[in-house]
């Protein structure tokens, strides 16, 4: 249960990151504490990989800026795509999972139909159906521009498709979520936002398959977030740590809180999860 702040967690060579509403502050923006407390739980051996729904080209600054390039990895479009960048910006997919084309394209055909805006996701590439006031909004959020294009005509399957919900008209994305067929997943990461991936794909499946290759237990994960579509990565860590201001159910289900994105949660929380016992500094950093 959640309380007072911890003394040393059991030893941690990886945390798993959210990043909006975690690693970010209420701007989108990664605080000097933050950055900080990144490269000191590196130079103490634990890896941190950005686990987000997020796709590469939306991630790729922010990594740059933590200096989390190759062989630093991370998972993106919430689980359908883990992989790397190299110091000259070029991505190294290392696991994906794609959404079926046709269940794709019939979903985008629907969402068309019903006057929202298909953001269609396939690997750096965001290609958005048209310009609306969401999609222009999150554009800045992420600090990134889509491509506008014909989805449809796109030849290769999305990791993720995005739907968001025009003003006035909360519940469309919701119709839409509950028209979807078995081989789709539905994920929401806050109103009005549907987040539409392979079923079976999240990015705590991807986050366990990565940790998995590399030899980490689940008694060496800790997991920082925000949301409910964090909770899946709480359940593959020892330590769940919430942040401040997350709803109370993903407080309740984690084993401490940290503060809130605007206070530097983030940089507290790998402040205690580097004091674990049994750290060699450099350990976990230099396998990833």
Not at 227 to 245: E, K, P, Q, R, S
């Amino acid at each position: 249960m959640a309380g007072a702040r911890p003394g040393p967690s059991p030893r941690v060579r990886v945390v798993a990151v959210d990043v909006d509403g975690t690693l970010l502050d209420s701007r989108h923006q990664v605080g000097q504490p933050t950055r900080a407390a990144v490269r000191a739980a590196r130079d103490r051996g634990v890896a941190v990989v950005l686990c987000s729904s997020r796709c590469p080209g939306e991630l790729k600054g922010i990594l740059f800026d933590l200096g989390l390039t190759a062989p630093a990895p991370f998972v993106g479009a919430q689980g359908g795509l883990t992989g790397s960048y190299d110091l000259a910006g070029r991505l190294t997919v290392e696991r994906e999972r794609r959404l079926p084309l046709a269940p794709a394209r019939a979903l985008a055909a629907a969402a068309v139909e019903a006057g929202v805006a298909v953001n269609w996701y396939d690997g750096e590439r965001w290609v958005a159906s048209r310009l609306d006031a969401a999609v222009e909004e999150e554009a800045r959020i992420v600090g990134h521009a889509p491509a506008v294009a014909d989805p449809l005509a796109e030849p290769a399957a999305p990791h993720k498709i995005l739907l968001i919900a025009p003003a006035g008209r909360p519940g469309v994305t919701e119709e839409l979520a509950g028209r979807l067929p078995g081989d789709l997943a539905a994920h929401r990461s806050k109103a009005g936002y549907l987040e539409v991936t392979a079923a079976g794909v999240d990015k705590a499946v991807a986050f366990d398959q990565l940790c998995a290759a590399r030899g980490i237990g689940v008694g060496e994960r800790a997991a920082i977030g925000d949301g409910c579509n964090d909770l899946g990565l709480f359940a593959t860590v020892a330590t769940a740590v919430a942040m401040g201001h997350a709803p109370p159910e993903v407080r309740r289900r984690a084993t401490w809180v940290t503060a809130g994105n605007d206070q530097h949660g983030v940089a507290e929380a790998l402040e205690v999860l580097g004091q674990s016992p049994g750290q060699a500094p450099g350990s976990a950093s230099s396998r990833w």
